[in-house]
């Protein structure tokens, strides 16, 4: 027997698909406020546990993705696509295979204990290739809110983002932490939205909540505090790589470079260089808000 759970995350509904053998409750927990169970999926996920991920065929090794954990392997089977996913590059702990159109998807498992991480990642890259055609991104980054806008922090893993997201929160009244590691930005009539999202890295910040967003801030280390407006060129520089994308298909960069095009042409785009303190965030909220 197995058990279907359906959620919308930014308007874009997928479904997973659980042994009822599994212990799922605690996995899916992060998706609860997502759930939606009337929606019509553009994805399904179905996960499945095996005695040995060697008796699943992947193809060929095209390329290991990521510069830590988790890794991303890509493999080719007659021109079609799998890929895995690993929290070393020893060997894989879980292995995706898709459709050709990517709408329906197994996701295999040996071991039961990487049931969640294999949902979660295999979740987050279906729906990053299944929304792109709706002006729709994930992006790796923290996102405050505050007054009833939006405040993206970018940046390369290990410059702050999650830090300067607690700066504002411990030290700008009213600030609130939308997601800390994979919000969802979405063009809806014309205006940039973020929205929350069931994939918040480390911090448990699971909120279905979605507003205008208002500044886009890219993160650097520095022995200062310093803040400037970036220019059209910088800011597609910041947000392009930000964002989920499987870069070996064409369609998937075209859709990516469309939107991000037309969310630095909405939105302010900013370079923060600074200290991990108080008046870091005082700065940039000073700076970004108007």
Same mark, same amino acid.
């Given at each position: 027997?197995?058990?279907?759970?359906?959620?919308?995350?930014a308007?874009?509904?997928?479904?997973?698909?659980?042994p *009822?053998?599994?212990?799922?409750?605690?996995?899916?927990?992060?998706?609860?406020p997502?759930?939606?169970?009337?929606a019509?999926?553009?994805?399904?996920?179905?996960?499945?546990?095996?005695?040995?991920?060697?008796e699943?065929?992947?193809?060929e090794?095209?390329?290991?993705?990521?510069?830590?954990?988790?890794?991303?392997?890509?493999?080719?089977?007659?021109?079609?696509?799998?890929?895995?996913?690993?929290?070393?590059?020893?060997?894989? @702990?879980?292995?995706?295979?898709?459709?050709? @159109?990517?709408?329906e998807?197994?996701?295999?498992?040996? @071991?039961?204990?990487?049931?969640?991480?294999?949902?979660?990642?295999?979740a987050?890259?279906?729906?990053?290739f299944?929304?792109?055609?709706?002006?729709?991104?994930?992006?790796?980054?923290?996102?405050?809110?505050?007054?009833?806008?939006?405040?993206?922090?970018?940046?390369r893993?290990?410059?702050?983002?999650?830090?300067?997201?607690?700066?504002?929160?411990?030290?700008v009244?009213?600030?609130?932490?939308?997601?800390?590691?994979?919000?969802?930005?979405?063009?809806?009539?014309?205006?940039?939205r973020?929205?929350?999202?069931?994939?918040?890295?480390?911090?448990?910040?699971?909120?279905?909540? *979605?507003?205008?967003?208002?500044?886009?801030?890219r993160?650097?280390?520095?022995?200062?505090n310093?803040?400037?407006?970036?220019?059209?060129l910088?800011?597609?520089?910041?947000l392009?790589?930000?964002?989920?994308?499987?870069?070996?298909?064409?369609?998937?960069? *075209?859709?990516?470079?469309?939107?991000?095009?037309?969310?630095?042409?909405?939105?302010?785009?900013?370079?923060?260089?600074?200290?991990?303190?108080?008046?870091?965030?005082?700065?940039?909220?000073?700076?970004?808000?108007?």
């Amino acid at each position: 027997m197995e058990n279907i759970f359906t959620y919308t995350v930014a308007g874009h509904s997928f479904s997973f698909i659980v042994p *009822d053998s599994l212990p799922s409750g605690q996995w899916l927990k992060p998706y609860e406020p997502f759930r939606c169970d009337d929606a019509e999926p553009v994805f399904t996920l179905k996960l499945e546990q095996v005695p040995t991920l060697a008796e699943v065929v992947m193809g060929e090794l095209v390329e290991c993705f990521n510069d830590e954990a988790p890794y991303l392997w890509v493999f080719r089977n007659q021109g079609v696509y799998a890929f895995a996913f690993s929290y070393t590059k020893e060997h894989v @702990d879980c292995i995706l295979i898709p459709s050709e @159109d990517y709408s329906e998807s197994v996701v295999y498992v040996e @071991d039961v204990r990487f049931a969640e991480f294999a949902l979660s990642n295999a979740a987050m890259l279906l729906y990053a290739f299944r929304t792109m055609p709706y002006e729709t991104l994930l992006a790796h980054a923290s996102v405050v809110k505050f007054q009833g806008r939006g405040y993206m922090f970018l940046g390369r893993s290990g410059t702050g983002k999650s830090t300067h997201s607690r700066l504002w929160l411990e030290n700008v009244e009213g600030a609130e932490l939308l997601n800390d590691d994979n919000p969802v930005i979405r063009i809806v009539d014309g205006q940039v939205r973020v929205f929350g999202s069931p994939w918040s890295g480390k911090t448990h910040c699971y909120v279905n909540e *979605d507003i205008p967003l208002q500044a886009v801030v890219r993160l650097s280390q520095a022995p200062y505090n310093k803040i400037a407006r970036s220019g059209m060129l910088q800011a597609y520089a910041s947000l392009m790589p930000a964002c989920s994308c499987m870069r070996w298909d064409r369609k998937s960069v *075209d859709y990516l470079h469309k939107t991000v095009e037309k969310v630095i042409g909405r939105v302010g785009s900013w370079h923060l260089e600074c200290l991990p303190d108080k008046e870091a965030a005082k700065l940039c909220c000073d700076s970004v808000k108007m």
